[in-house]
């Protein structure tokens, strides 16, 4: 498995060539970038530029972009609501909609290879509408950044929308064989079960989040940290007929540096035998 990292664990810093470097000395092959502007400006093209310039100069790959999750720099705090490209509202689908082509035109200076979509949000329910709207949104998305070289990967998060036979439902009806899934290993937990989720959604799963916790909340812990059971999860996932990286996506902790976070990476790495 390809061994990768996401920026997420810098999300409360603005992306530069220095965090990047840590991820490398973690052992990253490839790297996630996280779509948030306070991070990583997918509108700016001299922020694009500057990290597409650091991924020009080393070996390790622009694996993915995670697409923004709010308009603004602030992840909603101020009171802008979040990228929902299955809103009731039309209008709030096509803001959504519009907003996640911002991050895929940054393909044109960044050559990443997945955009991880988040279908909904944490109040998203399931029924035929939502469905309706799904395979419309992907169906626009993946048209537009195909000529990009970006193709689509529906992440599991913690909605009714997104569990295993839900996204499954929305690849098979859509007839999106390009489509994949980006297996969140921590939503899975909170939700039915990392095994359960694995074997619905095994064949569909092109990339990876993995991160841990207690089954409580989704603290992005770092793998053994939590209570998943690690060994039988990577198991299923070296089986995976699209061959997923092994990415981890950890969240920021007070008193993390980059040194420390490089060690973390590099000792799980080396547990999960990537």
């Known amino acids: 498995m390809l061994r990768a990292l996401s920026t997420h664990v810098f999300l409360r810093q603005r992306l530069h060539p220095g965090l990047l470097d840590t991820l490398a000395r973690g052992g990253a092959q490839a790297i996630e970038v996280f779509a948030a502007k306070q991070h990583f400006d ?48 039309k209008s709030r689908r096509i803001d959504g909609m519009d907003e996640v082509k911002r991050a895929l035109e940054a393909a044109e200076i960044l050559p990443y290879q997945f ?20 395979i419309t949104a992907i169906e626009h998305l993946k048209a537009f950044g195909g000529p990009l070289g970006v193709k689509l990967l529906l992440e599991n998060i913690q909605n009714e929308a997104t569990t295993p036979a839900h996204l499954a439902e929305i690849i098979r009806v859509g007839h999106f064989a390009n489509v994949g899934v980006c297996f969140d290993s921590g939503h899975a937990n ?12 095994l064949p569909l799963v ?39 990286a ?25 547990k999960f035998g990537v």
Not at 190 to 201: A, C, F, H, K, R
């Open 42 to 89: 997918y509108t700016s093209r001299q922020h694009i530029k500057e990290i597409a310039d650091w991924f020009k100069s080393t070996d390790v790959k622009p694996h993915s972009v995670h697409a923004p999750l709010y308009a603004d720099s602030e992840m909603g705090r101020g009171g802008l609501p979040s990228v929902n490209v299955v809103h009731n509202e």
């Open 246 to 270: 092994a990415l981890l996506e950890i969240h920021y902790e007070l008193g993390d540096t980059p040194e420390t976070i490089a060690k973390r990476a590099t000792e799980t790495f080396e």
């Open 190 to 201: 909170l939700m039915e079960g990392v095994d359960p989720s694995l074997e619905t959604l």
């Open 115 to 134: 955009l991880v979509l988040h279908v909904g949000d944490r109040d998203t329910d399931w029924d035929e509408r939502v469905l309706e709207h799904a």
């Open 206 to 244: 092109a990339s990876t989040h993995l991160h841990d916790n207690h089954g409580d909340r989704d603290a992005h812990l770092w793998p053994g940290d939590g209570a998943i059971a690690w060994e039988a999860a990577i198991a299923a996932l070296r089986t995976a007929p699209r061959s997923p």
